[in-house]
């Protein structure tokens, strides 16, 4: 990331200055949601022995030992009602059509106005009435009856969408993978490009939210894109973004992918990043971070464990991936055949937007060969890598 000079921050009256690299039902979920209902406070024990009662209630009888038991009776006693059923995971992708019952995305937005002529490139609509630009990356010989997931790619501070665009091999991933790259560029009108930060306003928050709308109401006006596989992906201060868009936006996105980014929590001063508040739709996500020594103002480490709290608190299934590279891009390898990020674009089109909550094609597989190593299921799983690092920061 570029030098920023030193700020302080009203919240928490925080000094933050940086000059490195950025490496389904639906009801709302907060950091303390742990999804057991509230008992309550005016419930009375019933008594603990009533054996010795001369005098049961007078319609009180023995049950009929050979009696059809009552379909309308209830089950075991300790069971809790809310609790659904367990079902296996299913194994699935973008490409199956959701069940009857599934519970779908909201609708596709609409664009106020008239979208210009999309191409692969770079783009620019008018958003909020300024003008925002976006590079578009598109399958080669794109068939139009290809119905195709969508990334979003949210760059790191001192990046441009070009720099994730060419860091990522996006344009081999597409090709391969056949989906759709979206890299936005940022306005320039924050201190961190994206509005993350305590200082940043809810307004500013859902200007941002609303480039997203439109972008993706553009170009699903012009290609034939998967309603049920939208997904947002950032790093460092991109990924920063994609926690609160995850948050403003769950009800739209099917999955987040969160490289060296996080949250903050409420009484944690020296962190100024906004806390998770809830999201209404349990996304899946990826959350990786470079280790103890990720840092560039933030404790990268700290802030996508706070992440983790929150989604688990939430019941959205998390891998995690720890390498031991601090602030710097992740030390992928490409599987062969594939661009050396084919784990992200793989975790997208495994996990549609009607999977159910907390659900999730590895509970029942394991994971894709093309992650690495250093990954697991769960928060706490993933071993740091271990090995020399050979990129350095980005930006």
Known sequence: MKHLAATLLAAGSVVLACSCGGGGGREEDTATDTGIPD????????????????????????????????????????????????????????????????????????????????????????????????????????????????????????????????????????????????????????????????????????????FFDDMLACVA??????????????????????????????????????????????????????????????MPAVVLWGGPTDFCGLTFATTSGYLEDALVAGNHFIVECVHNCAHAEPPMVAPPGESKYAMLWAFIDDHPSWLRDGESPYQATGLPASFPEWRGIGPGSAKIRSGECTSGPLG
Request: aromatic share 6%; hydrophobic share 35%; charged share 25%.
């Open 39 to 210: 008992t309550p406070a005016d419930t009375v024990d019933a008594p603990a022995d009533t054996a010795g009662d001369p005098d049961p209630p007078p319609d009180e009888t023995e049950p009929d030992p050979g009696a059809e038991p009552d379909a309308d009776a209830p089950g075991d006693p300790d069971a809790d009602p809310d609790e659904e059923e367990a079902l296996p995971p299913r194994v699935v992708t973008c490409a199956d059509e959701p069940p009857p019952g599934s519970d779908l995305p909201d609708p596709l937005p609409v664009y106020a106005g008239t979208c210009p002529t999309l191409a692969a490139g770079r783009n620019t609509i008018t958003s909020s009435g300024s003008p925002r630009e976006f590079l578009l990356a598109l399958p080669a010989d794109l068939d139009p009856s290809e119905r195709l997931p969508v990334a979003f790619l949210w760059h790191w501070l001192g990046g441009d969408a070009q720099g994730f665009m060419d860091t990522g091999e996006v344009q081999p991933a597409v090709d391969q993978a056949r989906f759709i790259a979206i890299a936005p560029e940022s306005k320039d009108d924050v201190l961190m490009k994206w509005p993350f930060l305590l200082s940043d306003g809810a307004d500013r928050m859902e200007e941002e939210a609303l």
């Open 221 to 282: 006006g012009q290609f034939n894109v998967n309603e049920s596989c939208v997904s947002s992906v950032g790093v460092s201060a991109g990924a920063l973004w994609t926690d609160q868009l995850a948050q403003l936006r769950s009800t739209r996105l099917s999955s987040l992918l969160s490289l060296s980014g996080g949250v903050g929590v409420s009484g944690d001063w020296l962190n100024p990043v906004k806390p998770w508040a809830g999201a209404a739709h349990r």
